[in-house]
């Protein structure tokens, strides 16, 4: 059974880190892209950071270029999206997802993170 499940989400104040985590299971990570989407209330889901199959390449959405940074270990099924710099505006849930040739495309249920003071 396929499966991503996010962790790590919580009530942090501004200024302040996470570091999100995505175990998948039932599919070879190794063979996917992988993905953090966020959606805040009221607003469509957009991307936050992408990395490649293999690490070699990462993309961040503007908004987010150097304070967050998206990792991925193979070997554990894991993919990690590490938040600094935390403000009211990343306020969201944020989705993993895993798509690999437009053909096999798997979300998790999302973690919310909430920047408040």
């Known amino acids: 059974q396929v499966q991503l499940v996010e962790s790590g989400g919580g009530l942090v104040q501004p200024g302040g880190s996470l570091r999100l985590s995505c175990a998948a299971s039932?599919?070879?990570?190794?063979?996917?892209?992988m993905t953090w989407y966020r959606q805040a209330p009221g607003k469509e889901r957009e991307l936050v950071a992408t990395?490649?199959?293999?690490?070699?390449?990462?993309y961040y959405a503007d908004s987010v270029e150097g304070r967050f940074t998206i990792s991925r270990d193979n070997f554990k099924n894991m993919v990690y999206l590490q938040m600094n710099s935390l403000n009211p505006e990343d306020t969201a849930v944020y989705y993993c997802?895993?798509?690999?040739?437009?053909?096999?495309?798997?979300w998790g249920q999302g973690t919310q993170v909430t920047v408040s003071s």
């Open positions: 990395i490649t199959n293999r690490g070699g390449i990462t």
């Open positions: 997802n895993a798509k690999r040739d437009s053909k096999y495309d798997y």
């Open positions: 039932g599919f070879a990570l190794s063979s996917y892209a």
